[in-house]
């Protein structure tokens, strides 16, 4: 089957340097994308999302990036900060009228050195 | 209120109890999601509901029964579970079906002894 997936399992990262996680997808027919951070004993946490019409986002020191040619997106934060330790998820969203189908990918440890 | 709250946090029980897990969301929203998260790995799709009517089941074993009895709340009734159904049970919300992002709670840490 068609599913999400990340090329790291685990990103370590000196404070203050950007951060960029990477997430492989395969299904053509998804036309919204979500990343997730996680942190232990805690749900998921939204960070960013983008539709498929649109190729980048940007928030608050995260941007993402979605490449549709090779079904690619990637998070990328900026000035990491020790608190941005945690996993990141990124997930595909096939939206229905029965309900968001959203597929998690594998997920990628986020471990800033101080 | 941007909150999804699930109770209780933490959960034992023995394989020939009866339980109930709990989630509430005050956003509106009329879509509701029970996720199923193992150590490690990435949450799973159990359950959605939409307006109250439960329109995707994956599969779920019928240990799981879930229940949705108002637009605010979610239930997750365990029964006869196995040791292997330890894990983390996440509620989510989201504003309707279709493309939105879904708010996910705390979870609540299952284990089954």
């Known amino acids: 089957g068609e599913s999400v997936g990340l090329h790291l399992p685990t990103l370590s990262v000196q404070e203050g340097d950007n951060s960029i996680i990477n997430c492989a997808y395969s299904n053509s027919a998804s036309d919204y994308f979500i990343w997730y951070k996680q942190e232990s004993g805690k749900g998921p946490q939204f960070i960013i999302d983008i539709r498929s019409n649109m190729d980048k986002r940007q928030g608050q020191r995260v941007t993402v990036l979605l490449n549709k040619t090779v079904k690619h997106l990637s998070l990328q934060i900026a000035a990491t900060q020790p608190g941005d330790s945690a996993v990141y998820f990124c997930a595909e969203n096939i939206g229905n009228d029965a309900g968001n189908m959203l597929t998690f990918g594998g997920g990628t440890r986020l471990m800033v050195k101080p | ?113």
């Open chain 2, 1 to 113: 209120d941007t909150e999804v709250t699930q109770t209780p946090k933490h959960l034992v029980m023995g394989m020939t109890n009866k339980k109930s897990l709990k989630c509430e969301q005050h956003m509106g929203h009329r879509a509701m999601y029970w996720y199923k998260q193992k150590a490690k790995k990435p949450p799973e799709l159990m359950f959605v509901y939409s307006y109250e009517k439960l329109s995707i089941n994956e599969s779920v074993p019928s240990r799981f029964s879930p229940e949705c009895p108002n637009s605010s709340l979610l239930n997750l009734h365990l029964h006869a579970l196995q040791p292997e159904d330890s894990a983390l049970y996440l509620c989510a919300s989201s504003p309707w079906t279709g493309n939105e992002k879904l708010f996910f709670g705390s979870g609540t840490q299952l284990s089954v002894l």
